[in-house]
């Protein structure tokens, strides 16, 4: 069903003196550039720990598909490789949380920026755990993406080199961030899949 923008994201608390499971979530985020094995290295994930995986990029083509009415201003912005506005991508996020009746969640590829970072914060009003940082030289991205052959509209070339500049611009200051606060954990994301996932499963390990 298309997210109904105008429910106000404090309807999605049934009862104000009632807490709802997912926001007293354990939430990782997980970030890295376009291509850096995110997605991958979630799936693996899910399947070795009890995470419920949301991907903010998935929960936006599906909310174009779902005939959203920002459907159109979603879709430009993902194929112009530009960060759709945090209200949209939050409530979607939120939403997702709520309706999983889980507690423990894999944020993949949010925050992008420092709206996201903020909104999130502001409406969630959840810290993370830590912040999974997928490490990858652009040569090594643009490599994977353009062999990655699922039909998605932003992996073509002109929007690649897109992506990569929103990522330094917008997303590695959020990294930052992160690392300033001693929450970030860095991986070398240039490694074979499964050498990555080694150095990942230790850190959900414990
Ligand atoms: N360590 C790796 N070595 C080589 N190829 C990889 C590795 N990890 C993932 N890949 C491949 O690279 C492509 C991109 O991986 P994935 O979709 O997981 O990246 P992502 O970070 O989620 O990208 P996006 O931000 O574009 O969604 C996929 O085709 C995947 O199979
Ligand atoms: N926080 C986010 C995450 C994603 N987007 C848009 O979706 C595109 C695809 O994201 P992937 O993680 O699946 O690569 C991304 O390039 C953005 O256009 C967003 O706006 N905000
Ligand atoms: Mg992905």
Redesign the pocket.
């Known amino acids: 069903m298309a997210l109904i923008m105008e429910t106000p994201v404090d309807a999605l608390i049934k009862d104000e003196h009632e807490t709802p499971k997912w926001k007293k979530s354990t939430v990782v985020f997980v970030l890295g550039g ?1 291509g850096s094995g ?1 997605g991958t290295q979630c799936a693996n994930l899910v399947k070795h720990f009890s995470y419920t995986h949301f ?4 929960l ?1 083509r599906a909310e174009i598909k779902s005939g959203s009415q920002f459907g159109a201003m979603i879709q430009s ?2 194929v112009d ?4 506005p945090s209200e949209i ?1 939050v409530k979607l996020l939120c939403k997702a949380m709520e309706e999983s009746g889980d507690d423990k969640f894999l944020i ?5 920026n420092e709206e ?1 970072r903020i909104v999130f914060e502001n409406v969630a009003k959840i810290e993370p755990a830590f912040v999974l940082f997928f490490d990858c030289p652009e040569d090594e991205l643009e490599r994977r993406i353009m062999s990655r052959n699922q039909g998605r509209e ?1 992996d073509n070339i002109e929007t690649i080199k897109k ?1 990569f500049k ?1 990522f330094v611009e917008s997303t590695l200051p959020i990294i930052s961030y992160y690392e300033s606060k001693g929450k970030l954990r860095k991986i070398n994301a240039a490694k074979p899949s499964e050498e990555v996932f080694e150095a990942v499963k230790v850190l959900f390990a414990s």
Do not use: E
């Not at 991907?55 to 998935?58: L, V």
């Not at 490789?81 to 759709?84: D, K, L, S, T």
């Open positions: 376009p995110k991907s903010a990029g998935d936006l912005m993902i490789g530009r960060i759709v991508t993949d590829g949010f925050p992008r996201n932003d992506r929103v």
